[in-house]
């Protein structure tokens, strides 16, 4: 079995598509096909189905993803075996909110390039819940996100912080549209969405409903970098980490809104494996760097 084949498949659920595939392993599409026929013809399953115009993995494709992983890392450890960090070479997938991306892994990510230049570094950005699929279905490597999903047996979960958020507005914000204390209220001000499914969204919403407070007007946007901006151009108010606005807190460009003491929430954010996978060198030193920048 050619482990080339097996890498072709790994990379195609990374990236999603045949096409994607093609392009990050620098073959033709035509090549990636043939190459998963091989591997089907081979184990003789059927990896792929065509969902719409889409192509899926096939539960047997589900199946054998973590005995892919187990395959290709220990092709990694013997290449890397008697190796020094600055020579490891392979790869690592990582997945996590882009919160936690932007704000908590900089300087993780800063110090990994650093200690292993060589290994190539896949980051996918999605939320907590897409997270949790993919380390339980092997499609990356390590899950970072807010602990909101639950135990799960198949998961080996190690808390890296704690998270806190509040809602923020721009300072010349009137009183009147300030106070979200008071129960019973109808606001004028626009309240901006991180995005539906969010874990901060869902507790700035229960509160809300909890005071009676009706917001007559509300926008989405997937940027946190966006939602600041047109919270500091006065488009209206959002309730995110406090990790992510404290530089516009400090610099006077946001304002803190007073809610009651029973909405401080407090948010764990964890770094996930699988309790079946094989922990690299390069997951090691990962895991590694993340205890050592601990908060």
């Known amino acids: 079995m050619d482990t080339k084949n097996l890498l072709t498949l790994k990379t195609i659920v990374r990236t999603g598509s045949f096409q994607n595939a093609a392009e990050t392993l620098g073959y033709t599409p035509s090549t990636i096909t043939f190459q998963v026929r091989q591997l089907e013809q081979e184990l003789s399953i059927k990896l792929f189905e065509k969902l719409g115009r889409r192509m899926v993995l096939t539960k047997a494709g589900e199946n054998i993803l973590p005995l892919v992983d187990t395959v290709l890392q220990s092709c990694d450890t013997i290449h890397n075996y008697g190796k020094s960090l600055e020579q ?6 990582i997945a996590m909110p882009e919160t936690l991306l932007i704000y908590r892994m900089q300087e993780v990510l800063a110090d990994f390039k650093q200690q292993a230049p060589n290994v190539k570094l896949y980051i996918q950005v999605g939320n907590c819940d897409k997270v949790r699929e993919e380390v339980l279905s092997g499609g990356i490597d390590i899950g970072i ?18 998270h806190q958020a509040c809602l923020v507005a721009y300072p ?61 151009n006065q488009i209206g108010i959002a309730y995110l980490p406090e990790v992510a606005v404290k530089k516009e807190l400090e ?11 029973d909405n401080d929430q407090i948010i764990p954010a964890v770094c996930e494996v699988h309790k079946n996978k094989w922990l690299s060198p390069q997951m090691e030193l990962f895991l590694k760097l993340i205890r050592e920048t601990k908060k």
């Not at 490891?88 to 997938?93: E, K, N, R």
């Not at 209220?185 to 700035?204: E, G, H, P, R, T």
């Open 251 to 261: 610099q006077g460009k946001l304002k803190k809104l007073a809610l009651d003491s």
């Open 88 to 93: 490891l070479q392979g790869s690592l997938t």
């Open 145 to 162: 996100h807010y602990d909101v999903c639950g135990e799960n047996n198949s998961i080996r979960a190690e808390v890296i912080d704690y």
């Open 172 to 232: 010349e914000l009137p009183e009147a549209e300030s106070d979200f204390v008071s129960a019973n209220q109808v606001k004028q001000v626009d309240l901006i969405n991180y995005y539906a499914d969010s874990i901060f969204q869902n507790i700035i919403d229960d509160y809300l409903k909890k005071k009676h407070i009706l917001i007559s007007t509300t926008m989405e946007l997937w940027s946190i970098e966006a939602i600041k901006q047109n919270v500091i």
